[in-house]
């Protein structure tokens, strides 16, 4: 059974920082990627990498203040979140795929529970 399981969302300051961890069981997958939804808005790309190239993209919203990264041994991906500002608030959800495509939701087979990171101003 497949599961990507996250952490680490909560309540910062704006200005903060937070780190979001994805681990995943049960698949090793070539492309994995970080959404958010905010009330009232659509689910939207925030970043992705590629397990075998290491190939990045983020949105233009985060681009300098987010970084996403990986750990082979553990299966798990991590988006260090920096300089977070009040538009970040939302549910972050972590996403992978055995595909190659990275930037829409319906790239991604599989899904986190979500975490909820709220900045405050």
């Known amino acids: 059974q497949v599961q990507l399981v996250e952490s680490g969302g909560g309540l910062v300051q704006a200005g903060g920082s937070l780190r979001l961890s994805c681990a995943a069981s049960?698949?090793?997958?070539?492309?994995w990627g970080w959404f958010r939804q905010a009330p009232g808005k659509e689910r939207e790309f925030v970043a992705a990498?590629?397990?075998?190239?290491?190939?990045?993209s983020y949105a233009d919203s985060v681009k300098s203040r987010f970084t996403i990264s990986r750990d082979n041994a553990k299966n798990t991906v991590y988006l260090q979140m920096n300089r977070l500002k009040p538009e970040d608030t939302a549910v972050y959800y972590c996403?992978?795929?055995?595909?190659?495509?990275?930037?829409?939701?319906?790239?991604?087979?599989?899904w986190g529970q979500g975490t909820q990171v709220t900045v405050a101003s």
């Open positions: 996403a992978a795929d055995e595909g190659s495509s990275r930037f829409t939701i319906t790239d991604y087979k599989y």
């Open positions: 049960g698949l090793t997958f070539r492309t």
């Open positions: 990498i590629r397990w075998s190239t290491d190939s990045i």
